[in-house]
Each structure stands twice: as C-alpha cells, then as structure tokens.
C-alpha cells in the first residue's frame, strides 16, 4: 500500500492493509556483577546494551561500550539510567516506554543528535542543556510542565511535547518562541485538544489535502486545507478506508475498503457520497491511481501473496498487466502524462527492471537493465523516467531518456537514495536518502547536479512525497515507533511542519492546490 524506508527492516515494504500498530516488550532482566561492574543499575538497561553487542554474558568492555553510537530500546522497563554515561559515542537513542524519571545520566553524553523519551515519568528537562548537538526530541506523554531549559539547544529542529501538562509560560512564551526559530513542534494537551485547537469540519470546497487516519479506532479517509487545523471526515463507515486517490477533475476520489470483507477499489463524491465497489474477489487490491483521463485506475492485487499491477474502468472490466506480460509479480505503476502509457517494475527470476507498457497497442519496452529497478516517476513532458537501482550494494537515482534510451546515474553516496519522484514543471527531483544516518529528503536539479537537504525530521521512516500542483510544496509521510503523521516542506523556504500529530496512523497526503 505504500513504500517506506526503515533502517532496520527491509527498504521496500508492502502493507496490504489500512494500518496496525505492533510493539515487542523486553523481559524482566537481573543485574548480573559484570553489569554492576560496568556502572549499571538498573538490569533492563544492562539487558539492552547486552542484546545490542549480542553479549549475553561476561565483562563488557569500554572499547566496547564505546562502539555504540546507537541504541533502540523501546519496552524495556528501564527506571535507573546510571551506566548510560559509559557509551559516550551514542548519537541516536530510544527509550521510550519506559519508567525513567530522572535524566541526569544523559547530560554527559554531548553526542546525541536525536532523542526518543516517550511515555515515560520524566518532569525535569533541565539535564538536556547539555546536548547541543540534538536535532530531535520526542518526549511525549511524560509530566513535563517547563520546557525552558530547552531553549538553548540551538541545533534542535523538531520537538514533540504531546500529552505533557505543560504550564502557561511554556504554551505562551517559549513554545512561539521555538517556532519563529523555525523549530518544529508538535503539541496536544492531555485532554486531546490540539495546540492550537483544531475544528472537526471543512466545507468540501476548502479540501486541500486528502489523508486516511486510524485515529478514530479503524481508518477513515479525511480532507483538511493546508494547515492542517480544519479537517472533515469524508467516509465516516465502521469499515477501514484507505489509499484516497483524487480524480483529475477533483469531483471523486478513488479509496480502498474492506467493507466487503477484504480491501477493495472503490469510488466516491468529495463529499463522500455515492460510494461504488468497482473490484470483487477474495484477494486484496488496494493503492489506486487514477489515468490522467479519468477513464482507468491503476492498483495493486495482492494474490496469494504476490503484488500484481492491474487496472480497471467503472464498468468492472479489469486487466493484469503483470499476467499478461508473464512477470512473477509487478509493483511501482505510474501512468504517463497523457495517459497513453504505465510504467511500471517487473520482476522475472528474481530480478526487477523498469518496464513501459503502451496501453492501446500492449507494446512492452525494457527501460532498464541494472537488474534491481523500482519507484518509476515520469518528467511532465512524458520524455523521460526516474527510477531507483541498486549497484553496488546501495541504491541510487538513475535517468532515462526514453527518446535516445540514454540512462544516467543522478546520485552518489554511501548511503540508499530511493523514491524519486518528479516535480510537476520539470525542475527538480525530490528523492528520500539515508546518506547520513536516518532518512530524509533531499531535492536536486532534474539534469542532476547539487543535492539539497531539504528535511531534517530525523524519523526512522520517510513514506514517498507527493507535489503540490504549483510544485512549491511537498506533503509527506513520517514513521517513528509505529506512530505515522503528515508532513509539510516548502521548497522555496526550506521550512517544514507538521500537518498531524496524533499518535495514530495519518497515510498518504495528496494535495487538490
């Protein structure tokens, strides 16, 4: 249903499903005397610093302790922090779900450039002004009233203090103050009011944005404009809605839905209204994309495991273009500008390239031949093709021109570059990249050239981002510790912010304006 980076799983997953959200717990752990020796009190975090150097047992060493310059530990119970001062090259650290309360053992380790804290029984902030390299903080769902002492983190660019009874001169004066320093921060009070307070409607005109959310217990499909403050539910049905996809004429959006037992292509009004089923079968089919016409919607089916490519028109009549074609499976379809054309990644024998099928007369043409092809993206001239490829072991954006069949590598680094997607006047490329550490976005010329950074949400997840018409501004998806929330970027200014936070599953942004 969407394609997504998580530096520890796989980079292309596929969820044919409208969202859930799953977490392990670490056992229970003893303090053990090598621990203790180590400087550690408390077992559970002994225990995750074991799991992580894959040292059940015996001395720890400081060469070893110093090796790790990140640690993920969600669920781990931790009360005591003490010993944590030990891995003093630790860049990234998550410990959320957790007992902790006080944050002194953190102040030595000057390193930290992102910071997970959430849902724990944390007050006091002040042992973090120490940490002038932190670029994130998550502390949600904690009891922290002042938000002074993080005033002086001069590098700190998102902050999420959600859920924290947080007092008046925090709300009235520093929380401005950290956005006009172009700080992102996400906030909503205990009580579920959204900071500033948000409004449950929106005349259908308004709709700027379209998003599915779980937050209301199964996903419903919401429009909301630009800010993101004023939003209205179009689906408003006890099943799962997902996947909204904007007709060209901006009259209907195509959705899937399981209300029929397993997720389906559906159709409606903006307004919600005259709900139509246009697929049936006992496998999943989800992830529509309307033709430029607005005759066809390409999707993804998901049979017996294996995602195929297929379309299909309101009279039910539907196509495989990955059976046709003879491909194991079939992922990534983009249709051209005109229509005429889809393009889309073919595997055969365990190998993927980016093939183009003609759609009136069923011409298949190879466009690459690298052998680990995907995310396909059309110039706006219909002329040439953005795709990732694998070559030596990391991934990264290549060009085609598909008049003179001339393929060029844009991107070269050591990290994965992946997701190209083409802005709508031909300027530039947007693509998602993990070259330095997590992944973000980074924009550059589409004849290649400088790459820009263009985010620095620091997120264990990117999902792929979609243009606005005026090709300004960029929606995109977060996933961080199973929450997923809504992004806005504007190419002009470099500044982002956040469109929802709310803890539950916000999938796929698409702008109307």
């Known amino acids: 249903m969407r394609s997504l980076i998580a530096l520890t799983a796989a980079w292309f997953v596929l969820l044919p499903g409208c969202g859930e959200n799953h977490k392990s717990v670490a056992p229970e752990a003893n303090l053990t005397s090598e621990d203790f020796k180590a400087?550690?009190?408390?077992?559970?975090?002994?225990?995750?610093?074991?799991?992580?150097?894959?040292?059940?047992?015996?001395?720890?060493?400081?060469?070893?302790?110093?090796?790790?310059?990140?640690?993920a530990a969600p669920d781990y119970y931790i009360d005591d922090l003490s010993g944590i001062e030990r891995l003093a090259n630790l860049e990234q650290l998550d410990l959320s779900r957790s007992r902790i309360i006080?944050?002194?053992?953190?102040?030595?380790?000057?390193?930290?450039?992102?910071?997970?804290?959430?849902?724990?029984?944390?007050?006091?902030?002040?042992?973090?002004?120490?940490?002038?390299?932190?670029?994130?903080?998550?502390?949600?769902?904690?009891?922290?009233?002042r938000i002074a002492p993080l005033a002086g983190l001069a590098n700190l660019h998102f902050v999420t203090l959600t859920g924290n009874p947080l007092d008046e001169i925090s709300l009235t004066l520093h929380m401005p103050d950290f956005e006009e320093r172009g700080i992102i921060v996400a906030y909503r009070?205990?009580?579920?009011?959204q900071f500033p307070s948000s409004a449950e409607s929106l005349?259908?005109?308004?709709?700027?944005?379209?998003?599915?959310?779980?937050?209301?217990?199964?996903?419903?499909?919401?429009?909301?404009?630009?800010?993101?403050?004023?939003?209205?539910?179009?689906?408003?049905?006890?099943?799962?809605?997902?996947?909204?996809?904007?007709?060209?004429?901006?009259?209907?959006?195509?959705?899937?839905?399981?209300?029929?037992?397993?997720?389906?292509?559906?159709?409606?009004?903006?307004?919600?209204?005259?709900?139509?089923?246009?697929?049936?079968?006992?496998?999943?089919?989800?992830?529509?994309?309307?033709?430029?016409?607005?005759?066809?919607?390409?999707?993804?089916?998901?049979?017996?495991?294996?995602?195929?490519?297929?379309?299909?028109?309101?009279?039910?009549?539907e196509r495989s273009l990955g059976q046709e074609y003879g491909f194991e499976r079939s992922t990534s379809p983009a249709w051209s500008p005109d229509g005429t054309r889809m393009a889309f990644s073919g595997y055969k024998e365990g190998r993927s390239s980016i093939y183009i099928a003609n759609m009136?007369?069923?011409?298949?043409?190879?466009?690459?031949?690298?052998?680990?092809?995907?995310?396909?993206?059309?110039?706006?001239?219909?002329?040439?093709?953005?795709?990732?490829?694998?070559?030596?072991?990391?991934k990264g954006i290549f060009r085609t021109d598909l008049l003179t069949g001339e393929t060029m590598n844009l991107t070269?680094?050591?990290?994965?570059?992946?997701?190209?997607?083409?802005?709508?006047?031909?300027?530039?490329?947007?693509?998602?990249?993990?070259?330095?550490?997590?992944?973000?976005?980074?924009?550059?010329?589409?004849?290649?050239?400088?790459?820009?950074?263009?985010?620095?949400?620091?997120?264990?997840?990117?999902?792929?981002?979609?243009?606005?018409?005026?090709?300004?501004?960029?929606?995109?998806e977060t996933i961080d510790n199973g929450d997923f929330d809504l992004f806005l970027a504007d190419t002009a200014t470099m500044e982002v912010r956040a469109l929802t936070e709310n803890s539950a599953e916000d999938i796929k942004g698409i702008f109307l304006r």
Not at 361 to 381: A, F, R
Not at 436 to 456: A, C, I, N
Request: glycine share 8%.
């Open 189 to 193: 009070a205990e009580s579920g009011e």
């Open 203 to 317: 005349p259908i005109e308004e709709i700027e944005i379209l998003y599915a959310t779980n937050k209301d217990g199964n996903s419903e499909i919401y429009g909301a404009d630009r800010s993101g403050n004023q939003r209205v539910n179009l689906t408003r049905h006890p099943a799962s809605d997902c996947d909204p996809d904007w007709s060209p004429v901006r009259q209907q959006i195509a959705f899937a839905s399981d209300r029929s037992g397993v997720l389906q292509i559906h159709v409606m009004a903006l307004n919600g209204s005259g709900v139509q089923q246009l697929t049936a079968s006992p496998y999943a089919k989800f992830d529509p994309r309307w033709s430029p016409d607005g005759e066809w919607i390409t999707f993804i089916a998901n049979v017996e495991g294996v995602s195929d490519v297929r379309i299909v028109n309101f009279q039910g009549a």
């Open 102 to 145: 006080d944050l002194g053992p953190l102040a030595r380790l000057t390193k930290l450039s992102h910071l997970t804290l959430d849902d724990n029984r944390i007050t006091d902030v002040t042992p973090l002004i120490s940490l002038f390299r932190l670029q994130t903080l998550s502390l949600r769902n904690n009891g922290i009233r």
């Open 39 to 71: 400087g550690f009190a408390d077992a559970n975090l002994a225990e995750a610093v074991r799991n992580l150097l894959q040292r059940p047992e015996g001395p720890l060493s400081e060469a070893e302790l110093l090796s790790i310059t990140w640690l």
């Open 360 to 394: 009136d007369t069923g011409e298949l043409t190879q466009v690459s031949s690298t052998g680990y092809e995907n995310g396909p993206s059309w110039s706006p001239d219909g002329q040439r093709i953005v795709f990732s490829s694998t070559k030596e072991n990391n």
């Open 412 to 476: 070269s680094s050591p990290g994965n570059d992946i997701l190209p997607v083409w802005s709508p006047d031909g300027r530039l490329i947007v693509f998602v990249s993990d070259r330095y550490g997590k992944p973000e976005l980074f924009l550059m010329d589409s004849e290649g050239g400088e790459v820009q950074k263009l985010t620095r949400v620091g997120f264990t997840g990117l999902v792929a981002p979609a243009w606005s018409e005026n090709g300004r501004e960029l929606i995109f």
